[in-house]
Every structure is written in C-alpha cells, then in structure tokens.
C-alpha cells in the first residue's frame, strides 16, 4: 500500500484481487480524461492505467511482464 501518515486508515484507492492458479494480485484504476482538448476527438477519450496496489503485486506482476 501507498506510505501513509497514520497507522490503520484506509487506502485512498479500491483494490480488485484477481486470482489464478494460487496467486494473487491487487490493482487499483486511474480513469483520465481531457478538461478542454482542441480537438472534438479527444474530448471522447477516456485513459484508463491500472497499477499494483502493493508490492507483493508489483513483484507478481514483474515475473510476469519481464
């Protein structure tokens, strides 16, 4: 999880666990989109980023992707 300044709070963020085969990993979303784009096109898009929500994920997800 995310360093926080008090012990105990919840994090900032819903993590997903996702489970296969024993592991399992937590990530949480980021949804971007464009306050006033030039273009009428890109007002549409939407950027959607999800991360590990803790190391142990971070790690799993190494193995994986490297």
């Known amino acids: 999880m995310w360093p926080a ?3 105990g709070d919840p ?3 819903l993590p997903v666990p996702l489970q296969r085969d024993g592991v399992t990993i937590s990530l949480f979303t980021t ?3 464009l306050g006033t ?3 009428a096109g ?3 898009m939407r950027i959607k980023c999800v991360y590990p929500a803790d190391d142990a994920s971070r790690r799993a997800l190494e193995r ?3």
Request: no cysteine; proline share 17%.
């Open 5 to 7: 300044d008090t012990a």
């Open 11 to 13: 994090p900032p963020f």
């Open 31 to 33: 949804l971007t989109t």
């Open 37 to 39: 784009p030039r273009d």
């Open 42 to 44: 890109l007002q549409e």
């Open 64 to 66: 994986i992707t490297l």
